[in-house]
C-alpha cells in the first residue's frame, strides 16, 4: 500500500506572497486576493499584462517531482486544447518555481497560471444541462489524461475513491456530530454493498481525483447556456478507478440540484457518449457518488474546529441533504 503524501497546510500572508511571486517568477504584482484552498495558499493577482491565478504550497524534496509532475500533466492538457489554464513558467524556465529562504530542503512551490475570467461551479446556479456538459468535458479530458505518465510514486490521500471506505472510518472516530456520524456509517453500509462487490473489476487510470464544483469554472456562451470554461486543481491526481471522474463530478453537481437524480443522470449520459461504463462502472457509480458525498462532510466535519474551519463548512454545505436523497434511490 502506498504511504500517503504529507498533508501540510501553507498560510501566506498577501504581503510575503507577493516578494515570494517576485524572487520565484520576476512579476510584479499587486492586489493579491486570497481564494481559498484545503492545503495550499491561493490568490488572484493583478499584474501588469493581467490577472494570474498564483498557487503556493510547502514543497521538499520528498514532495518536489509529485509536484513538478503534477503541473507537466495539466500544462500537456492545455497544449491539447482541454479548458485547463496555461501555466507561466518560473525564472529558471520551469513549471513551478521554488523558493528557499535559508533552507535548502524545504520552501515554498509557486504555481502561476493565466486567470480565466469564469466563476466556480459552486456559485452559479446550475441545471441538469449543465451536467451534460461536465459529463463530456470530463470523459475528454479523461482520454488524453489517461494516456499521461504515472506519477513518479504510488500516490494516495483522504480523497481517493478507491479507499473512501477506509478514509471514511478514520475520520469518523474525529466526529462527534451525531447526524455526519450517521451519515459515514450508512455509507460504509453503501460501500460494502454496491461498492465492494466490484471494486476488483473497476477500471483503473490517471484519473483528475477531485472534479467537484470549486475545481470547474463556468461562464455563459453566446446562446446562455453554461458551459465548463476552467479545469483546475491537479493536486489529487493520481491512478484510480476511472468511474471517480464523473461519479464525482455528478456527486457535487447534486448538491445544487433540486433534482439530484437529474444530475448525476446527466452527467453519465454524457459520460458514456465518448466513454461508455462498464457493467461494473454502472453498477457502482451512484454508490461511488453517494460515498463521496459523505467523506466530504464527514471529513470537513472531522477538520471544521481547526486552522482552516471556515473552509472546511463552506466546502461541506449541502452534502448530508444530497447524499440522503441519492442514497435513497440506489
Given at each position: 500500500?502506498?504511504?500517503?503524501?504529507?498533508?501540510?497546510?501553507?498560510?501566506?500572508p498577501?504581503?510575503?506572497?507577493?516578494?515570494?511571486?517576485?524572487?520565484?517568477?520576476?512579476?510584479?504584482?499587486?492586489?493579491?486576493?486570497?481564494?481559498?484552498?484545503?492545503?495550499?495558499?491561493?490568490?488572484?493577482a493583478?499584474?501588469?499584462s493581467?490577472?494570474?491565478?498564483?498557487?503556493?504550497?510547502?514543497?521538499?524534496?520528498?514532495?518536489?517531482?509529485i509536484?513538478?509532475?503534477r503541473?507537466?500533466?495539466?500544462?500537456?492538457l492545455?497544449?491539447?486544447?482541454?479548458?485547463?489554464?496555461?501555466t507561466?513558467?518560473?525564472?529558471?524556465?520551469?513549471?513551478?518555481?521554488?523558493?528557499?529562504?535559508?533552507?535548502?530542503?524545504?520552501?515554498?512551490?509557486?504555481?502561476?497560471?493565466r486567470?480565466?475570467?469564469?466563476?466556480?461551479?459552486s456559485?452559479?446556479?446550475p441545471?441538469?444541462?449543465?451536467?451534460?456538459?461536465?459529463g463530456?468535458?470530463?470523459?475528454?479530458?479523461?482520454?488524453?489524461?489517461?494516456a499521461?505518465?504515472?506519477?513518479?510514486?504510488?500516490?494516495e490521500?483522504d480523497?481517493?475513491?478507491?479507499s473512501?471506505?477506509?478514509?471514511l472510518?478514520?475520520?469518523?472516530?474525529?466526529?462527534?456530530?451525531?447526524?455526519?456520524?450517521?451519515?459515514?456509517?450508512?455509507?460504509?453500509?453503501?460501500?460494502?454493498?454496491?461498492?465492494?462487490?466490484v471494486?476488483?473489476g473497476?477500471?483503473?487510470?490517471l484519473?483528475h481525483?477531485?472534479?467537484?464544483?470549486d475545481?470547474?469554472?463556468?461562464?455563459?456562451?453566446?446562446?446562455g447556456t453554461?458551459?465548463?470554461?476552467?479545469?483546475?486543481?491537479?493536486?489529487?491526481?493520481?491512478?484510480?478507478?476511472?468511474?471517480?471522474?464523473?461519479?464525482?463530478?455528478?456527486?457535487?453537481?447534486?448538491?445544487?440540484?433540486a433534482?439530484?437524480?437529474?444530475?448525476?443522470?446527466s452527467?453519465?449520459?454524457?459520460?458514456?457518449?465518448e466513454?461508455?461504463?462498464?457493467?461494473?462502472?454502472?453498477?457502482?457509480?451512484?454508490?461511488?457518488?453517494?460515498?463521496?458525498?459523505a467523506?466530504?462532510?464527514v471529513?470537513?466535519?472531522?477538520?471544521?474546529s481547526?486552522?482552516?474551519?471556515?473552509?472546511a463548512?463552506?466546502r461541506?454545505?449541502?452534502?448530508?441533504?444530497?447524499f440522503?436523497?441519492?442514497?435513497?434511490?440506489i
Amino acid at each position: 500500500m502506498p504511504t500517503p503524501i504529507p498533508q501540510q497546510t501553507l498560510t501566506v500572508p498577501a504581503e510575503t506572497a507577493a516578494a515570494t511571486l517576485h524572487r520565484t517568477h520576476g512579476i510584479s504584482a499587486t492586489a493579491f486576493t486570497p481564494l481559498g484552498s484545503e492545503l495550499a495558499s491561493t490568490f488572484r493577482a493583478e499584474t501588469g499584462s493581467g490577472r494570474i491565478a498564483v498557487k503556493m504550497q510547502r514543497t521538499d524534496r520528498g514532495v518536489a517531482p509529485i509536484q513538478d509532475w503534477r503541473a507537466g500533466v495539466a500544462e500537456r492538457l492545455s497544449e491539447l486544447g482541454h479548458p485547463v489554464p496555461e501555466t507561466v513558467r518560473a525564472r529558471d524556465g520551469g513549471l513551478i518555481g521554488r523558493d528557499h529562504p535559508g533552507d535548502a530542503d524545504h520552501g515554498v512551490a509557486v504555481l502561476v497560471t493565466r486567470w480565466i475570467d469564469a466563476s466556480p461551479c459552486s456559485r452559479t446556479t446550475p441545471d441538469a444541462a449543465l451536467g451534460a456538459e461536465i459529463g463530456r468535458a470530463a470523459a475528454r479530458l479523461q482520454r488524453d489524461l489517461g494516456a499521461m505518465d504515472a506519477p513518479p510514486e504510488p500516490i494516495e490521500h483522504d480523497w481517493a475513491a478507491h479507499s473512501a471506505a477506509a478514509a471514511l472510518e478514520r475520520h469518523l472516530a474525529l466526529v462527534d456530530d451525531p447526524r455526519v456520524r450517521d451519515t459515514g456509517a450508512a455509507a460504509l453500509a453503501l460501500h460494502s454493498e454496491r461498492i465492494a462487490p466490484v471494486a476488483a473489476g473497476l477500471p483503473r487510470t490517471l484519473v483528475h481525483q477531485d472534479l467537484h464544483d470549486d475545481n470547474l469554472l463556468v461562464a455563459r456562451a453566446a446562446d446562455g447556456t453554461l458551459r465548463v470554461a476552467a479545469i483546475i486543481d491537479f493536486d489529487d491526481m493520481l491512478v484510480g478507478w476511472r468511474v471517480a471522474e464523473p461519479a464525482i463530478a455528478a456527486a457535487y453537481l447534486a448538491r445544487r440540484l433540486a433534482d439530484p437524480l437529474a444530475g448525476l443522470s446527466s452527467v453519465a449520459e454524457a459520460w458514456e457518449a465518448e466513454i461508455p461504463f462498464t457493467d461494473a462502472e454502472r453498477t457502482a457509480y451512484a454508490a461511488i457518488a453517494a460515498v463521496r458525498l459523505a467523506l466530504n462532510a464527514v471529513v470537513w466535519g472531522s477538520r471544521s474546529s481547526g486552522e482552516r474551519g471556515s473552509y472546511a463548512i463552506a466546502r461541506s454545505g449541502g452534502s448530508l441533504d444530497a447524499f440522503d436523497r441519492v442514497a435513497a434511490s440506489i
